[in-house]
């Protein structure tokens, strides 16, 4: 075993893949868990993240004429039941809202009073609600297509949470649309999973792949789900977004209909689809190492921290007024359409200041004593090299190259995330290598330690769900890439066409 | 009575003005009622206006050094009770969660099942639940000041609800800070009512009197709630923004201390502030006219929209490729640091086309025919003029002077609003003058038919609440301007040195 490197989060990604992501998410100061069951607080570092990820993909949905409105928190249950799929696969995980206040209880302390005619649902996602007001909206052929976003909170009731990954609440975007035929609402679904994929991509420095869920993985009440997937660093799957064509379920279950041009009553075809805060959890397992998170600049909420050193209070003016200064010069630099985000941090607390900034995973530290300042330059470090890493850099040199040194990381951040998954996604033909492949525990060989396999599959709900039940690996998407090749069944050897990515997954 | 003319909207500001309102939020198409009881809808013209009032109110916000933060939209009831005043305030308009599954009930259909250990309020307001946070967040005095913000959703559940202005349901932003000094969080909450103030003058155009909450209308649980308070058409008052010193109230309830400088243990001093999307109400109520909304440039989801008109189909084509081209120009024009928002509406309905944009409240409208374009010019209408009056301008002039003629509407609706006050509002000295005030109700004397009072208040419960229980008018507030002088109490007729502004309130 290679010998121990100290680094800042105990225990290394190794020795503790799940402790360590927790450990990460608290050095970080992103989000804390909350005194309520399963809800977490996103506190500044973690949300000015979300922030960038809501700005770049509201914009993404705009450019494709997308509109944001807002519908009611609360969904009515007889509302939920509409589509019986649907209710069914959210039944056991619904906040239900009973009563409308509180009043003095029998022994004391305040008890739930008012008891509502019917109970509410905390939405778990909005199709019936937002169902209901497309009924209202459409009545011609003229009224479509209608495409909706809305950004909410919502709740699905979750026995076992990890912040960011699985919350009992959560923010999302959830994309609701209506067309007049299948065709439309088929190509709208497939044109938001392409936003995603290259939201993924371009801003998060995930890769993904792309494809079309199994019938098991199917959302409740869709037709198809097409989704992304993208591998962490322990070799599992997290499923980053999904596009549900829905057929005319909804839309029959809410009576969203229209007159067609030739004067028809048609029901409309709809769509949803939606990414959450999850994505924050899955930017974190594909680059962070053992030294905390590590930000795509593209999304992150500050690009440089600038970091002034003196020694001897003569120098501390000096060096504040030359930083700052600095700091006002970035934050004119152009990057990606918005300005370079400076943070000066003028506490006075010694080294572990850089390192604060380390695990926060800020893409540049810049260093600035009495002696970089008499050369007009700084001390430079790149998050995405080792924390020892560091170059001198004349001023004007950092503000002429700065938004290239960010590209760079950005870029350097998705190849390495890409050539993690190459290397542990591999053909699997044979059974018995198959099952080696996902219960390996070796570490010392963490090439056969599972990852993606892509095997047949005849396309038998039972042959997915025995792997299932023996190995805790699912089938994460039917890829979309790939051409259609002759096979044989992993599980039960008979003839298949088309190799699908199977995954232990989050 | 002056001769009435055809309105868009039915019935007008005059003939009844609630009912008007309800007609101006539906013919806008902001929001619209939803199944949920006392829950809206807010449709993408609604949401598009509020998006720009986030924007704008957030760079405020963070210009103070506030970041934002998200807290869970659940408070356990025993988080709730700790402060006993804070309680008492919401008990009565609390949605309570007290079950998290749904199972088949004994008669068919879905009930609540899993019922909770400890019944979860979904949040009227934060206090308690980021007051947990602070508790873990600071330690020393190094800590502080703790400067938060969240944008979120609450309930408050209502039994008269109208859209915008008092819904069960509404979107809003709460501000939490916590401070080692009494003074420096009561400046704080100086700081960020004058925040909302200049938000609403400049942004909205809406002209406000800052002041101080009396006991009876103060924040449960504050030690001192100031507020701004803007005058409707209908001469009465809304809140439209509160900030609140907490004291230490909340910081005892919820066990928020700090070592000092001096090392001893203290609690902190919090404040907390909010403003919510009944702004959106209190602009359409400020600015709508019989014609429907008038939306102030600063805050408008679009400044103007290109109307193509072309009788012979030998035109459409160069018409339209005019139209879109000069869309095309105005969206590169800055306008207070964004791009011109340019809508083009190129529908084939004739004379509703024009009167949609009216009622939706739009800034500028710009008819294009065959004939101006060979002119190279637009027939153009502002929004706060009378429909009639339009006029031809070049198509250069349209794009050298929009910024200017928007800043002209935004200061004639700010102007107009003003004066609409100052007109209604007067100061009173007797009491029976006060009473004829605020009970005449005839129509074509408007100059006696109430609005804002400054008249003296000896600071008694007992006055205030007779009025109230007379009038049903309240103390809007105690406002920050107007010398003391000698007066006597217009109830009771004891020695008062100060006027209050009376009213009757949303």
């Known amino acids: 075993m290679a010998k121990k490197v100290?680094?800042?989060?105990?225990?290394?990604?190794?020795?503790?893949?799940?402790?360590?992501?927790?450990?990460?998410?608290?050095?970080?100061?992103?989000?804390e868990s909350s005194p309520v069951r399963g809800c977490m607080v996103i506190k500044p570092w973690g949300y000015?993240?979300?922030?960038?990820?809501?700005?770049?993909?509201?914009?993404?949905?705009?450019?494709?004429?997308?509109?944001?409105?807002?519908?009611?928190?609360?969904?009515?249950?007889?509302?939920?039941?509409?589509?019986?799929?649907?209710?069914?696969?959210?039944?056991?995980?619904?906040?239900?809202?009973?009563?409308?206040?509180?009043?003095a209880g029998p022994e004391g302390g305040l008890v739930p009073a008012g008891k509502l005619a019917e109970p509410l649902?905390?939405?778990?996602?909005?199709?019936?609600?937002?169902?209901?007001?497309?009924?209202?909206w459409i009545s011609s052929y003229r009224d479509l297509p209608v495409l909706i976003n809305q950004w909410a909170n919502v709740v699905r009731w979750e026995m076992r949470t990890r912040t960011f990954l699985r919350t009992s609440e959560f923010l999302w975007?959830?994309?609701?649309?209506?067309?007049?035929?299948?065709?439309?609402?088929?190509?709208?679904?497939?044109?938001?999973?392409?936003?995603?994929?290259?939201f993924a991509e371009e801003y998060l420095a995930m890769p993904v792949i792309r494809g079309r869920k199994s019938d098991s993985e199917r959302f409740p009440g869709a037709v198809d789900t097409l989704c992304i997937?993208?591998?962490?660093?322990?070799?599992?799957?997290?499923?980053?977004?999904?596009?549900?064509?829905?057929?005319?379920?909804?839309?029959?279950?809410?009576?969203?209909?229209?007159?067609?041009?030739?004067?028809?009553?048609?029901?409309?075809?709809?769509?949803?689809?939606?990414?959450?805060?999850?994505?924050?959890?899955?930017?974190?397992?594909?680059?962070?190492?053992?030294?905390?998170?590590?930000?795509?600049?593209?999304?992150?909420?500050?690009?440089?921290?600038?970091?002034?050193?003196?020694?001897?209070?003569?120098?501390?003016?000096?060096?504040?007024a030359y930083t700052r200064k600095l700091a006002e010069e970035l934050s004119q630099v152009t990057y990606h359409g918005r300005a370079i985000e400076v943070e000066v941090d003028e506490r006075e607390i010694g080294g572990a200041r850089g390192w604060d900034w380390i695990k926060k995973g800020i893409p540049v530290r810049a260093e600035i004593g009495p002696r970089d300042m008499n050369e007009d330059s700084v001390f430079m470090a790149r998050r995405d090299l080792s924390p020892r890493e560091k170059r001198g850099v004349k001023r004007e040199e950092l503000l002429a190259t700065l938004p290239a040194i960010l590209d760079e990381i950005q870029q350097s951040l998705f190849d390495r995330a890409l050539a993690y998954r190459e290397e542990n996604t591999r053909p699997i033909d044979d059974k018995e290598a198959f099952y080696a492949w996902f219960t390996a525990e070796n570490e010392d060989k963490p090439e056969i330690h599972g990852g993606f396999a892509l095997s047949h599959w005849c396309g038998?709900?039972?042959?997915?769900?025995?792997?299932?039940?023996?190995?805790?690996?699912?089938?994460?998407?039917?890829?979309?890439?790939?051409?259609?090749?002759e096979g044989t069944c992993i599980c039960c050897g008979k003839p298949s066409k088309k190799r699908v990515v199977f995954a232990k997954a989050y």
Chains 1, 2 share one sequence.
């Open 121 to 136: 649902i905390v939405r778990p996602t909005s199709e019936t609600i937002i169902g209901d007001s497309f009924a209202k």
């Open 173 to 198: 975007q959830e994309g609701h649309t209506a067309h007049a035929t299948s065709e439309e609402a088929f190509s709208r679904t497939e044109q938001m999973l392409e936003v995603y994929a290259n």
């Open 6 to 31: 100290q680094t800042a989060i105990t225990p290394t990604r190794t020795d503790d893949y799940p402790q360590w992501y927790q450990q990460v998410v608290k050095a970080s100061d992103m989000a």
């Open 460 to 485: 038998d709900g039972a042959c997915e769900e025995k792997i299932k039940t023996d190995l805790k690996v699912t089938i994460r998407c039917i890829p979309f890439e790939g051409e259609e090749e």
């Open 48 to 103: 000015a993240l979300w922030e960038n990820i809501q700005k770049s993909m509201d914009a993404m949905f705009k450019k494709t004429g997308v509109k944001n409105a807002y519908f009611p928190l609360f969904i009515p249950l007889s509302f939920l039941e509409k589509e019986a799929e649907h209710v069914e696969g959210f039944a056991k995980e619904c906040a239900v809202v009973t009563h409308h206040r509180l009043e």
């Open 229 to 320: 997937e993208a591998m962490m660093q322990d070799r599992k799957a997290l499923q980053a977004g999904t596009s549900h064509f829905l057929g005319q379920n909804f839309a029959k279950s809410s009576g969203i209909t229209f007159q067609s041009a030739d004067e028809k009553e048609e029901h409309a075809w709809t769509t949803s689809w939606g990414t959450s805060t999850r994505l924050i959890g899955g930017m974190i397992m594909t680059h962070g190492d053992d030294d905390g998170v590590i930000m795509p600049p593209r999304i992150a909420p500050a690009h440089i921290v600038l970091l002034p050193i003196f020694r001897k209070p003569e120098e501390k003016e000096a060096v504040l």
